[in-house]
Structures are given as structure tokens and as C-alpha cells.
């Protein structure tokens, strides 16, 4: 993964997979940059919250080692940041983040809007909601949007007017 955009891709992968209906993403960028990611999907138990940050743990069938909870816990810790990651089986999970944005470990930006417009064509995704906060304060709410046809045209035009967001608060895309 090489840019910010391609870790946070794959925790939200990991909501779906847990059959989240909403995903809520948080971006707030100060002195650090901390990336909340809220989900309703199935949770976790203790022995699961306890094994994920292991790059050999998975519930993947498909794969015999995990990826995006091992690999965010390990640039969190070379950014001199944080992780924490609070789960109730059958209650969602909280994962919050913190970056030190200003290090040398820490990857590009990416294009953030691409994970939320390709979150959008998601047909059981019920509502995703995205805050970015920097001095400025936006909310992207889609869940009007989500009960309409999916097409092309809004999914470029959600990517476009995030990323729009993003360079407004002074994100390098």
C-alpha cells in the first residue's frame, strides 16, 4: 500500500465484511491527523480484538494472513501516532488512528474521495457518512444518494467534490 487512501480502502473493506450497513469516516487534521472509522457490522470478540493488530491473524477463508488492521497498526507506530480499536461482537467497531502527518514514514494522502465514491456503489451499504474537519467543518451524508440508482456520473461527482473538500483544507491529493 502506498498511499493513506489504499489502508483506510481496506479497513472499510473490513466493515463490509462484517456486514456493516453504515460506515462513518472522521478525518480531523490539526497538529496530528486522526482518522476515526465507525462501523454497525458484526463486531468483534476479546480474542479477536486481541489477535488483529498480528500480520498472521485472519477471519479471511481466502487468505492465511490479515492485512489492513497489521499494516495501519504498524505506519500508526512509525508516524509516532496511535491506535485504538474498541469492538462488541454483534455492536460495530470504533478504530481511531492518529498520524503524525509531519513525519517522514508517513505515506501520500491518495485520492480519499475514490474510497468513498467506490464505498457508494456498494448495494448493502446504507449510509456512509464522511466529516473532515481542519478550522473548516464538512459533511458528506449519502445516504439519500445510496437509495437511488447507482451510476457513473455520481460516482465522479462524489469523488471530485470530496477531494475538493480535502484540497481546501490544504491536502495534497
Known amino acids: 500500500m502506498t498511499n493513506l487512501s489504499d489502508y483506510i480502502y481496506d479497513l472499510c473493506q473490513n466493515s463490509i465484511h462484517a456486514k456493516a450497513n453504515t460506515i462513518i469516516l472522521t478525518l480531523s487534521l490539526s497538529n496530528v491527523l486522526t482518522i476515526i472509522i465507525q462501523d454497525d457490522g458484526i463486531g468483534m470478540d476479546q480474542e479477536a480484538l486481541d489477535k488483529v493488530t498480528n500480520f498472521n491473524y485472519t477471519t479471511n477463508k481466502n487468505r492465511s494472513v490479515g492485512l489492513g ?21 454483534d455492536h460495530g467497531t470504533t478504530l481511531r488512528l492518529t ?9 501520500k494522502f491518495g485520492n480519499f474521495g475514490s474510497i468513498i465514491s467506490d464505498l457508494y456503489m456498494y448495494e448493502d451499504l446504507t449510509n456512509i457518512r464522511l466529516y473532515i474537519k481542519n478550522g473548516q467543518f464538512y459533511m458528506f451524508d449519502l445516504k439519500q444518494i445510496l437509495s437511488k440508482e447507482k451510476t457513473v456520473g455520481i460516482k465522479k461527482y462524489i469523488e471530485e467534490n470530496i477531494n475538493q473538500k480535502l484540497r481546501n483544507i490544504g491536502v495534497d491529493i
Open 69 to 89: 488492521l497489521s499494516m495501519i497498526y504498524d505506519l500508526v507506530n512509525q508516524t509516532e501516532g496511535s491506535f485504538e480499536l474498541k469492538s462488541k461482537k
Open 99 to 107: 498520524f503524525n502527518h509531519q513525519h517522514i514514514d508517513f505515506p
